[in-house]
């Protein structure tokens, strides 16, 4: 059963940082492309990076720059680091798989996502 977990979510002050992780298991970390993606009130679901089975990056213009995705496969675990924190990237975070492997695709299966509240 693949699942998703993420957490490291919280409240910081603008300017500040913090470091999401995903935690997944039921599925081979090596044959999937992993991606982040949130969701702010009233908006829809954006996809904000992905990071290749290769770990190759890449991420949204409202994010790059200030987020950088990683990936360990012997740990079963996914991260996004969050710095230069706005309050415009106050969202629930989402992880998700990607099968293609190489961030084209979908995102397939979702966690259940973790807030993120930066005060303005």
């Known amino acids: 059963q693949v699942q998703l977990v993420e957490s490291g979510g919280g409240l910081v002050q603008s300017g500040g940082s913090l470091k999401l992780s995903c935690t997944v298991s039921?599925?081979?970390?090596?044959?999937?492309?992993i991606g982040w993606a949130r969701q702010a009130p009233g908006k829809e679901r954006e996809r904000i990076a992905c990071?290749?089975?290769?770990?190759?990056?890449n991420y949204a213009n409202s994010v790059k720059g200030r987020f950088t995705a990683s990936r360990d496969k012997t740990k079963k675990m996914a991260y996004l680091q969050m710095n230069n924190l706005k309050p415009e990237d106050t969202a629930v975070y989402y992880c998700a798989t990607e099968s293609g492997g190489y961030c084209t695709k979908p995102f397939d299966f979702w966690g259940q996502g973790t807030q993120v509240t930066v005060p303005s």
């Open positions: 039921g599925f081979n970390l090596g044959y999937y492309a």
């Open positions: 990071i290749e089975i290769d770990s190759s990056t």
